[in-house]
């Protein structure tokens, strides 16, 4: 007889039946089931539009030149060396792929990897490179073919980011090389080209050692789960966010294929972190932590990126090597079990080395205070967001062996300076920049003796008191005036009361004051007093125009002291002023940008080269052969005993009071540098112009291949023989004699008697001359 169910079941079954019966529970379970779909569509679309539009705020990268090659180019087979450490690349003794240079002795090998620049595309060849001293001497190709032009890569110097300091060089899935896809697959995801976006075998796995631990200690996560988390979600272990991923990683492989989920991992995965820049993907962190690019890492490269995914911070291979080499070769281990590397390539790689390079070794960190005035200029013409998000190419005029070179000079100087004087200079500093004085394009820039620090740029943000090197204003303003450079000068005390009933009082550097001398004399060996009277005698306000012309934008205040350069400037805005006088007279403003494209190479700005005439030729001939007299026997002369015999060069020394601030600003006919030396705190140096940026100064200038400058006078200048004492007219052959250049119309009115070995009588060459010219004034 069959058994009755007891009276307790039936009740439970009546009553389930009368819940499920239940309108409000029906209506209940269709509420949960239309909101759990509504927020699935909501969470579709909202995959969908995150994943198909702009995915990441791309940041604007910054290039230097690109280097020019061509015969007869002032290149030496070290520069050549500068410049290819600069772009990456590998010295080994054959050239079999891009990236990779052979050097040996005065000829190169070098295999390009090839560039789309804003004006053209350059190919990758392979190139043989032939040097005769510190000249490039020939070209050819691999086939022996001579080749006229050739333009290297730029290198790749910085970047401008978004506000979260993401960081990410974007690639294709068919730029990453197979073994870092197999690499990656194998220790991360073997199942991600079979599973839907989830592996119930992983997270049956990850449950277990969880339970174990009785805590989240281990994901489980898909490729796809853990693009989703980076992508959407937070990196937070809970269990809210694990439930949102297994939804959203199923509908993303719903959506989207393997490979563009693959390819939007590979730009996406966290590396590390730089400071305050966060390293996003694959094509980023082979330049971060190999300066290299993705396709010229080896196996063993691959297989550290690979490992360090699982926990870049704990696997960072520059802190923790040894556990970031033993995660390496478990990702080659698993490879090799997998059939995916043979075991020749498997033992090679794992007993390579890890390969990274120094932090701090790389170009993109190199250039802080350049990469400084490129935003500061970028932000004239473009919005912040624009910048940091649209993947902007921004070539500049920046010369990796310029600015190398600059480097070495400043740092190298500060250090013997250091030596010699001890605690007095224990924190001095400096700044330098570096222009072509055709163009005024900025090639180097310096804000700080630690070239790479990012913080206080002083090239830009430093005014300091000018010293002497406002004093060829001044005379500049008395040349455009009527003055020659034959016009005495009165170098006797001078003081001058002020308004407010103080007296100003200026001295000589040696505290003597001199007889009359020549007006070149006077700025050639920077004496105050003759400087103060002139200027005074011409008008402040004349000398403060003459400034404005020559391109110094701030505002100068009508102060005696001006005369003597107590009021400040910037670097930059010296090196603006003394680009104007290298120009010619044409004001030409400093500029670091040549042009900016779009993230597909498309033109969006130039910035083309600008002047105008600000100053007339005549009275700037005139100052630039004063300048030279500076060098050739004023207070610049140590430069022209340390440069090549023959080289003729410009420039002013400055010092401001009491020694503060050591400047000097000079150029040859294709280098223009600006150098400054002094203390934050701004106490007295044991230096002078002469004795401190001078030398800076000369040691770079001598390491460039220069260009002499050549003496072209415009038609409205005349030469004349004058008496170096007076200044009167004479010959060439009496005594105490100089050639000088004068504007048309301003020759001297004066002869000067003429002194001379030769007998003075009626057969006297020297007198005959001196007739002729008297009867020709009359």
């Known amino acids: 007889m069959a058994r009755k169910p007891s009276s307790r079941r039936k009740t439970k079954r009546s009553l389930m039946g009368r819940i499920l019966r239940s309108k409000f529970v029906r209506w209940l379970l269709i509420l949960i089931l239309v909101v759990g779909g509504l927020g ?35 290149l030496s087979v070290n520069d050549l060396k500068i410049e290819l450490q600069a772009l990456g690349y590998q010295f080994t003794d054959t050239v079999t792929k891009p990236g990779q240079a052979s050097i040996s002795g005065s000829r190169a090998v070098i295999s390009t990897r090839g560039v ?65 896809v197999d690499a990656l697959v194998a220790i991360e995801d073997q199942d991600f080209y079979q599973h839907f976006g989830i592996s119930l075998k992983g997270i049956a796995r990850a449950m277990w050692a969880n339970m174990r631990a009785g805590a989240f200690v281990q994901g489980g996560s898909t490729l796809t789960q853990q693009l989703i988390k980076n992508f959407y979600l937070t990196a937070d272990r809970t269990l809210a966010r694990k439930l949102m991923e297994v939804p959203m990683a199923v ?77 390496r070769d478990l990702v080659l281990k698993v490879l090799f079990d997998e059939g995916k590397i043979s075991e020749a390539d498997y033992l090679m790689a794992v007993n390579a080395p890890l390969g990274v390079v120094a932090k701090g070794t790389l170009t993109k960190e190199a250039y802080p205070a350049y990469l400084d005035l490129v935003k500061r200029q970028l932000r004239e013409e473009y919005a912040d967001e624009d910048l940091s998000s649209e993947g902007l190419q921004v070539f500049t005029s920046l010369d990796p062996i310029s600015q190398r070179k600059a480097e070495t000079a ?53 005014e300091r008191p000018m010293g002497s090197l406002v004093k060829p204003a001044v005379f500049l303003t008395a040349l455009n005036n009527g003055y020659t450079l034959a016009t005495p000068a009165d170098d006797s005390p001078y003081q001058f009361e002020l308004p407010n009933g103080d007296v100003w009082q ?37 000398v403060i125009d003459t400034l404005s012309r020559l391109g110094v934008e701030k505002q100068m205040r009508p102060y005696p002291s001006l005369l003597l350069g107590a009021q400040s400037l910037s670097t930059l805005e010296m090196a603006a002023m003394y680009q104007t006088i290298a120009a010619g007279g044409f004001q030409i403003p400093p500029r670091a940008i040549r ?77 223009l540098a600006v150098v400054w030396l002094g203390l934050d ?25 220069l260009l002499s400058l050549e003496n072209y006078p415009p038609s409205g200048i005349d030469y004349a023989w004058v008496n170096d004492v007076n200044g009167k007219l004479s010959d060439q052959r009496c005594d105490n004699v100089r050639q000088l250049p004068f504007i048309k119309g301003t020759l001297p009115k004066e002869l000067a008697e003429c002194t001379s070995p030769i007998e003075q009588n009626d057969e006297n060459p020297v007198q005959r001359s001196i007739d002729w010219i008297r009867g020709w004034f009359n």
């Open 40 to 74: 699935l569509w909501q969470m579709d679309r909202h995959i969908r539009a995150e994943f198909e539009g702009k995915r990441w705020a791309v940041p604007a990268k910054v290039f230097a030149r690109p280097l020019e090659l061509f015969a007869g180019a002032p």
């Open 116 to 180: 789309t620049l804003p004006d053209g595309v350059e190919p990758a060849q392979q190139l043989r490179l032939d040097f005769s001293g510190n000249e490039l001497h020939q070209i050819s190709t691999k086939s022996d073919q001579e080749l006229t032009l050739v333009r290297l890569e730029p290198a790749l110097i910085g970047g401008i980011y978004p506000l979260n300091n993401e960081d990410r060089d974007l690639i294709q899935l068919s730029d990453a090389p197979d073994a870092l």
């Open 251 to 327: 509908l993303l492989e719903y959506h989207y294929s393997k490979d563009e989920i693959l390819e939007a991992y590979l730009n996406e995965v966290y590396l590390g972190q730089d400071g305050n820049r966060a390293i996003h993907g694959f094509g980023l962190g082979a330049n971060y932590f190999f300066a290299l690019p993705l396709q010229e890492l080896q196996l063993q490269h691959h297989a550290l990126l690979a490992g360090m995914v699982k926990g870049p911070s704990y696997f960072d291979p520059r802190r923790h090597p040894e556990r970031a080499k033993q995660r």
């Open 410 to 462: 400043l740092t190298s100087t500060i250090e013997q300076l250091q030596q010699q004087h001890g605690e007095k200079l224990a924190d001095l500093q400096g700044s330098m920049v570096v222009t072509d004085p055709q163009t005024g394009e900025v090639l180097a820039l310096i804000g700080d003796r630690r070239t790479r620090y990012q913080g206080f740029n002083r090239a830009l943000d430093a």
């Open 506 to 542: 200026p001295q000589n550097y040696d505290r003597k004051s001199h007889e009359d001398i020549l007006l070149i004399d006077a700025l050639a060996h920077s004496y105050n007093l003759a400087t103060a009277r002139l200027g005074m005698t011409l008008g402040l306000d004349k």
């Open 595 to 671: 042009s900016v494209t779009d993230a597909e190479g498309e033109a969006l700005s130039r910035y083309p080269f600008k002047l105008q005439q600000t100053i007339p030729a005549e009275p700037i001939f005139l100052l630039q052969t004063a300048l030279q007299e500076v060098m050739r026997s004023g207070t610049g002369r140590y430069a022209t005993s340390q440069l090549p015999a023959g080289m003729r060069v410009a420039g002013k020394t400055g010092t401001s009071d009491d020694q503060r601030d050591s400047w000097f600003a000079g150029y040859s006919a294709n280098r």
């Open 681 to 705: 705190n701004n106490q007295s140096l044991p230096l002078t112009g002469s004795s401190g940026a001078l030398p800076v100064w000369t040691k770079y200038m001598a390491s460039e291949p």
